[in-house]
C-alpha cells in the first residue's frame, strides 16, 4: 500500500519561505508530485519531480530523494494568495492513480 | 478547453435517494478518476477509467457506488441508495497521461444527504 505523512498545518509570514515536507513510503513509486487547493476550490498541480533534485517552477520549487523517501515543496516571496492546502501525492506513472497525502494547511500572515 | 466540467455543482437529497454525478472531462485526455473529500478521509481515489475502461475501482466504498464511462466525453457516477455518510465533495479529474503525473480537476460536487 501507499501512505504519505505531511504536517498537518503550517503558518508563515508575507514574503517569507516556507518548506512542507512529505515523507512517503510505498510499494512502488514513479514519481512525486504537489497540488494546490485553496479553499473551496479544486485541486491544482503544482510540480513533479520523478528524479532525485530540485525542480523549480517561478516561486516554487519541490525536491525528491528517492533513497529517504522523502521529498518538499518550498515556496519563496510567499504572498496571502498562498494561503492554501497543499497535497504531496505518489503515483504509479504516467495515467496510473495517484495517493495523495492528508494535505498541508498554509496560513500566510501579515 | 473549458476544462473538466461536473454537474451539479452542489446536491442535496434524501437518504435513500438516488443520486447521479457527472462529468466530462478534457478533451484528449484518455484517463478518468473519481475522488472523494472529506475531513477525515482527505482525498480518495474511487475508481479510474483508461480509454473508457475501468481500470481500479479498489477504492469505491460499497456495491451503492457504481460508475460508468460510455464514452470518451462523458462518465457518471452514481449512488444508490444514498446515505447521510456520503456526504462529501466528488471531483472529477483527467490526465493525458505522459510521464508526469498531471492531473486536471474539475470544480466538484458538493453532496450532501439528509
Known amino acids: 500500500g501507499q501512505s504519505l505523512e505531511q504536517p498537518s498545518e503550517v503558518t508563515a509570514v508575507e514574503g517569507a519561505i516556507v518548506q512542507i515536507n512529505c515523507t512517503y513510503q510505498?510499494?512502488?513509486?514513479?514519481?512525486l508530485s504537489w497540488y494546490q487547493q485553496h479553499d473551496g476550490g479544486a485541486p491544482t498541480f503544482l510540480s513533479y519531480?520523478?528524479?532525485?533534485g530540485l525542480e523549480e517552477t517561478g516561486r516554487f520549487s519541490s525536491f525528491l530523494s528517492r533513497s529517504d523517501s522523502y521529498g518538499y515543496l518550498l515556496l519563496q516571496e510567499l504572498q496571502m494568495k498562498d494561503s492554501a492546502s497543499y497535497f504531496c501525492?505518489?503515483?504509479?506513472?504516467?495515467?496510473?492513480?495517484?495517493?495523495f497525502g492528508t494535505g498541508t494547511q498554509l496560513k500566510v500572515e501579515l | 478547453d473549458a476544462g473538466v466540467i461536473q454537474s451539479p455543482r452542489h446536491e442535496v437529497t434524501e437518504m435513500g435517494q438516488e443520486v447521479t454525478l457527472r462529468c466530462k472531462p478534457i478533451?484528449?485526455?484518455?484517463?478518468l478518476f473519481w475522488y472523494r473529500q472529506t475531513m477525515m478521509r482527505g482525498l480518495e481515489l474511487l475508481i479510474y477509467?483508461?480509454?473508457?475502461?475501468?481500470?481500479?475501482d479498489s477504492g469505491m466504498p460499497e456495491d451503492r457506488f457504481s460508475a460508468k464511462m460510455p464514452n470518451a466525453s462523458f462518465s457518471t457516477l452514481k449512488i444508490q441508495p444514498s446515505e447521510p455518510r456520503d456526504s462529501a465533495v466528488y471531483f472529477c479529474?483527467?490526465?493525458?497521461?505522459?510521464?508526469?503525473?498531471?492531473?486536471?480537476f474539475g470544480p466538484g460536487t458538493r453532496l450532501t444527504v439528509l
Open positions: 479529474a483527467s490526465s493525458p497521461g505522459l510521464t508526469r503525473d498531471e492531473q486536471f
Open positions: 478533451s484528449g485526455h484518455d484517463y
Open positions: 501525492a505518489v503515483g504509479g506513472g504516467g495515467g496510473n492513480k495517484l495517493t
Open positions: 510505498t510499494s512502488g513509486f514513479y514519481g
Open positions: 477509467f483508461n480509454n473508457n475502461v475501468p481500470i481500479d
Open positions: 519531480n520523478a528524479l532525485d
